[in-house]
């Protein structure tokens, strides 16, 4: 937080950083615990598993096989994990996320009704029933849980979460005295006081961890790591008691074979763990990327079935491994999101968000008993509760469907007995809604044969899935190897031509790949497609073709911001070294800004030649006449760029390096681990910006400034002051005068800035006066004329009468922030002209300069800068006629950004 921002959080407002470590903890009050215990008694009874008939379902009640499963069932009801929608058995309500509506709902699970809903924070993603009546809802953009009054959804308490740490994942402890949230963005898992909201404890436990389960004897906490490493999956296990992490139990990769029905791969997307109910095992549902396929790696291409599966993963807890022969490979499925067993444990439920459907398993066995096409769109939660019915949240149709699990037991697949619509409101335009429909929906035909594959396999919620591909043989310029681009940020066709080696120019044009790698049916009509044939990319447009290409791009384009930086100061102001970095980023003596330009941070764009800007630099794509975008060789070009042969591909388009912070690896070919490694090992030749001459001190803030790049503002602000010495003249041997004027133009604390122009009004004092040139230059020796030393940055005639000159600087002066520089303006005769110029018309003769506007942006933001002092007066001539000075409003304060 900025800087008395905490005595500004409203009343009911907490903010979660009381209580850290190596502080006494809080003890649940005695008067709590035993209403917990009397809650716990008067919870209703499950109604036991379900198999067999549908009597048998119930009659179960009375026997001792039930009584087995009742004690599984209580273990499992102890246990806990997070989930998108939840219980409250004290309740008997149901609550749900609406994500894009912002939101939570309130069901009645007797009478199958919505109740309210109730407004939470930005993109709740997760809750939890709180031990006290409450609901705390996870909201991950504004990093905030809300805690509802379970009664009628007013918000009791907002806790406030570290700055930018995207929570995900919560859950409680199954004595309810603590709560652990999951901080997607830092690496943490938190414990935070069941009743304040206030942080007990952190732990760090390694990159993007997201899914929580807790054991039922409270003791194990585990946490997947959403984004996989290159080679593994990964679950990692924290004391309860120390909060320290005591193992990591690796999700292996699986050798294949690839067939029709099974693959290699690596399990990545590791969105959620549940415990099963006999407490021994627990479930990681995921996809599966074969990156060790393609036609370099390993001769055989990438094709539909061959690219990602989806699977479940099983993890023996008395063991601490994973049962890698108990992994269930799911054929024809897209992302698994969500798992839930019966109380009984005899079934369990795979919710497959790509293929709107769920997979009814054998927990033992893990063979398929059932499937459930048809669930709503995206299904991400999954509920059964004790009257044996199986609730199915789905994100993108904005509903439950409630099923009646006893027809099991009957041999037939579960069919629905209500659905439930959960938000009221519609926040995204029709349009749009369709197209993210269409983003994450890998059971449309038209998408993908068999179900496979959708847009958000790679690309969910717009990020990159950490992978690299080989994608060999495919395309003109062949494929090589692909490190996966984020898509935020990129305001779908707001940075130019797609993929690194800019192969589409519409988000229309991916209906070639549709059609050929994934093998779908497309969204055009075959007749419109083969008409346009080879000239389908970079013919004519392709937008308004179809419906549902024309909505996927409208959706695209919403992916406006990347994430706000974790690595900047609570409030989201840059760290110092991150300033410092700023000024090496966009200094000549790197280069870096020459095409990572702000404010985009990419010089990339959809230029045709009769552009303005479409000049040398350019690139011809593939050899096609008029069409020419701008791309770069920085040295990191390799056969594998392109087929794995020579000269295939000889320039890359240029990336932002906005939210890079999230986004490892780094090259289009996932070279460089680290921004370090970007910066230095893999930039031996300087083709990458110039970064060898940087100290090991330069380096390191050069990389804090990359991580800090989002789109946070980055406010910026100048003063401007009169140098006290001047004025400066001197004569030459021609008699000529020459007249300077110093100011120092210091940049605020916040952000650096660069100059673009200053607006100058000279006259001679006493005319007729001569032809003079005004120059301006950064003063590097205080001497205020030009010299070597110094930077020359504007030159232009004065003429002899009073004028104003708006003098734009080429290079803009760069001023570091909380840093000053000195410009210099002089009036001198013309190089070269001296002899032919009449002497001064009087002794008294001089050319008098004065500062009448400054115009700066910011270095990172490139909005205006505020100009908050200018001097007030800049007259280099005591003389009785001063020239007039410009009207105050050409001197005008520039709101920040």
Not at 618 to 639: N, Q, W, Y
Not at 663 to 676: I, K, N, R, V
Not at 876 to 882: G, N
Request: hydrophobic content about 40%; overall charge negative.
């Amino acid at each position: 937080m900025t800087s008395g921002s905490a005595q500004n959080v409203a009343a009911g407002e907490l903010l979660a950083f009381g209580n850290r470590p190596g502080r006494p903890r809080r003890m649940m009050p005695a008067w709590i615990a035993l209403a917990l215990a009397v809650a716990a008694l008067a919870a209703p009874l499950p109604l036991g598993p379900a198999h067999g008939t549908g009597a048998e379902f119930v009659a179960g009640l009375l026997s001792p096989a039930h009584a087995q499963a009742r004690d599984a069932a209580s273990v499992a009801r102890r246990s806990s994990h997070a989930t998108t929608i939840a219980l409250d058995e004290r309740t008997e309500r149901i609550w749900s996320v609406n994500s894009d509506s912002d939101t939570v709902a309130a069901i009645d699970a007797r009478k199958l009704v919505k109740l309210f809903e109730a407004p939470v924070g930005d993109n709740p993603r997760t809750l939890a029933p709180g031990p006290d009546g409450t609901v705390w809802v996870v909201n991950q953009d504004d990093a905030t849980i809300s805690i509802v009054e379970g009664s009628d959804g007013r918000l009791r308490r907002r806790v406030v979460l570290p700055y930018a740490s995207r929570p995900y994942g919560i859950a409680f402890s199954p004595a309810g005295d603590a709560a652990y949230v999951t901080l997607q963005a830092v690496g943490r898992l938190l414990k935070l006081n069941a009743l304040s909201g206030a942080v007990e404890d952190a732990a760090d436990v390694g990159p993007t961890p997201r899914g929580i389960a807790v054991t039922a004897d409270g003791t194990r906490i585990l946490v997947t790591r959403y984004i996989s490493p290159a080679d593994r999956g990964e679950v990692v296990e924290v004391s309860a008691a120390s909060f320290e992490v005591v193992r990591r139990i690796d999700l292996a990769a699986d050798p294949g074979p690839d067939s029709p029905v099974s693959g290699r791969g690596v399990p990545n997307h590791l969105a959620a763990i549940v415990i099963a109910p006999d407490g021994r095992r627990a479930w990681v549902p995921s996809k599966k990327d074969n990156t060790g396929r393609g036609l370099h790696l390993s001769g055989e291409r990438l094709g539909f079935e061959t690219t990602t599966r989806t699977i479940v993963s099983e993890i023996d807890l008395v063991q601490n491994r994973e049962t890698f022969e108990a992994r269930r490979d799911l054929d024809n499925r897209a992302m698994a999101a969500a798992v839930a067993f019966d109380p009984g444990g005899k079934h369990a439920f795979v919710a497959l968000q790509g293929s709107n459907a769920v997979d009814v398993l054998d927990a033992a066995s893990g063979n398929a008993v059932a499937s459930i096409p048809g669930t709503g769109l995206a299904p991400q939660g999954l509920l059964v509760d004790s009257r044996g019915r199986l609730f199915v949240q789905n994100f993108l149709s904005r509903d439950i469907t409630v099923y009646d699990l006893s027809e099991l037991g009957q041999g037939r697949a579960p069919g629905p007995i209500r659905r439930i619509a959960t938000a009221a409101r519609k926040p995204l335009p029709p349009e749009v809604l369709l197209g993210k429909q269409i983003f994450y929906n890998a059971a449309d035909p038209r998408m993908g044969r068999d179900g496979y594959v959708s847009c958000a396999g790679c690309h969910i919620e717009g990020g990159s899935d950490g992978r690299v591909w080989d994608y060999s043989g495919r395309g003109a310029h062949g494929g090589g190897l692909r490190n996966t681009i984020a898509l935020q940020g990129r305001a779908g066709m707001g940075h130019g031509p797609i993929h690194w080696r800019a192969d589409m120019d519409e988000i229309q044009d991916f209906e070639i790949l549709l059609r050929q790698t994934l093998q779908g049916r497309g969204f055009v009509s075959d007749e419109a497609f083969h008409d346009k044939g080879a000239d389908w990319v970079f013919g004519s447009p392709n937008a308004g073709l179809s419906r549902e290409l024309d909505a996927l791009a409208a959706y695209m384009a919403t992916f406006t911001k990347v994430d706000p930086s974790p690595y900047r100061r609570p409030g989201g102001l840059m760290t110092t070294d991150a300033l410092a970095g700023e000024a090496i980023f966009h200094g000549s003596s790197t280069g870096c800004a020459t095409c990572h330009v702000s404010p985009r941070f990419t010089d990339s764009s959809l230029g045709r030649p009769d552009d303005a800007t479409a000049s040398a630099g350019r690139a011809t794509f593939g050899g096609v006449a008029g069409l020419r975008f701008r791309m770069h060789d920085v040295g990191t070009l390799t056969e594998a760029a392109g087929d794995f042969r020579p000269n295939t591909l000889r320039a890359l388009d240029t990336p932002t390096v906005k939210g890079v912070w999230a986004t490892p690896p780094y090259l289009h070919d996932g070279s460089a681990a680290t921004l370090m490694d970007v910066v230095t090992t893999r930039n031996g030749a300087d083709g990458h910006g110039r970064t060898s001459h940087l100290t090991k001190e330069e380096r390191q803030q050069l990389v804090a400034y990359l991580r800090q790049l989002d789109d946070e503002a980055v406010e910026t602000s100048a003063s401007v002051s009169l140098v006290a010495d001047e004025p400066r003249q001197s004569s030459s041997a021609s008699s000529t005068r020459s007249t300077s004027q110093r100011w120092a133009v210091r940049a605020g604390p916040y952000g650096g800035i660069r100059i673009i122009s200053v607006t100058l009004e000279g006259c001679a004092v006493h005319p007729p006066a001569t032809p003079r040139l005004v120059t301006v230059h950064a003063d590097s020796n205080g001497d205020g004329q030009f010299d070597p030393a110094d930077t020359l940055l504007a030159q232009s005639p004065l003429g002899a009468d009073s004028g104003t000159l708006v003098l734009p600087l080429h290079p803009p002066a760069i001023v570091p922030a909380a840093a000053t520089i000195t410009l210099a303006a002089a009036v001198s005769t013309e190089p070269g002209d001296e002899a032919a110029l009449p002497p001064p018309a009087a002794a008294g003769s001089a050319y008098t300069i004065r500062l009448v506007d400054l115009k700066a942006e910011g270095l990172t933001s490139a909005s205006p800068t505020a100009l908050t002092a200018m001097p007030a007066s800049t007259a280099t001539d005591a003389s009785d006629a001063p020239c007039q000075r410009m009207p105050p409003s050409a001197v005008e304060e520039r709101s920040r950004e």
